[in-house]
């Protein structure tokens, strides 16, 4: 069987080829296709599941339970306050958060008393606290506001850098695929969306980018003035090339993250740490698939108009050279 590095290496030299570039419709159907699905999935199961941050409300937090399941919480919050919608979550091995409608001090203190109760506490281990909806439409505006920037600022150096305005368009589709992928699983799955959710997802646009920024790289290169072969060949042979050290980097970067949200989501309970490392998780694998099979397609779909014009305007007897 053969090794990574001697696959990598045949990729490198040419020796084996993936058909990324020449198949780009294929790949384009693939994105599209999941994109649609994720869409579908996300709109027939209701919608994101958005946190309390963002659709205010009344939080409970027991502690010191021996039972972790979220039936007793419902029941208990029910009994009290029946049109309350309660949802609970665990938070390690003795302790769970319950996420209730807004409610009053007086209904409040009922349901610290019925908790108790239902999980065997004393009323003290249960906390209560009320946060509005004003503060979490105030993270999602600054969170808008620092993806817009960051847009922009990528878009304006990677045209600078690159000296070309069609790798930036190809990273913004990728960027934008991330994104929208990463968004769709939550919708489809379940997950609850948390500012720490938010900034997990602003996250992984930066490990995007970088992969993006490599590939582009080798890409310049292959296509410096006096290469050989043809513009969209040239082009494949540098994402294959990367192709490798692409797997590689998302590897490592995948383990730790997968490790952080393992410790944060069973071990330690801690839901900060668990929807950050999510995100991060679900982002860098979705980035280094679309760094491949997204950025460099478009990107030789972009220039490939460029490459007909260039090649009609050779003489006649030196076009065989370019085909």
Known sequence: MMSLTTFGNSLYTG????????????????????????????VVRGGFVFGIEFTGGSEFRVTGVSDTSDGPAVDAVAAVVPEADARATGLGPDALRVQTDEVTDEQAGEIR?????????DVGSVAFSFIGPSWGADVTSQALRALVVFLVLVSIVMAVYFRTWKMAVAALASLAFDMLVTAGVYGV???????????GFLTILGYSLYDTVVVFDKVRENTAPGSSGTFLDNINLAVNQTLVRSINTSVVAVLPIASILFIGAVLLGAGTLRDIALALFIGTIVGTWSSIFVAAPVYAALRKNDEIKAESTLPKRERGAVV
């Open 113 to 121: 008393a019925a908790l108790a109760d239902a999980y065997g506490v």
């Open 15 to 42: 020796e084996r080829s993936v058909p990324v570039i020449p198949k780009r419709r294929l790949w384009f159907s693939i994105a599209i296709g999941v994109l649609l699905v994720l869409a579908l999935g996300t």
């Open 189 to 199: 799955v379940g997950f609850e969306v948390t500012p720490a959710a938010v900034i």
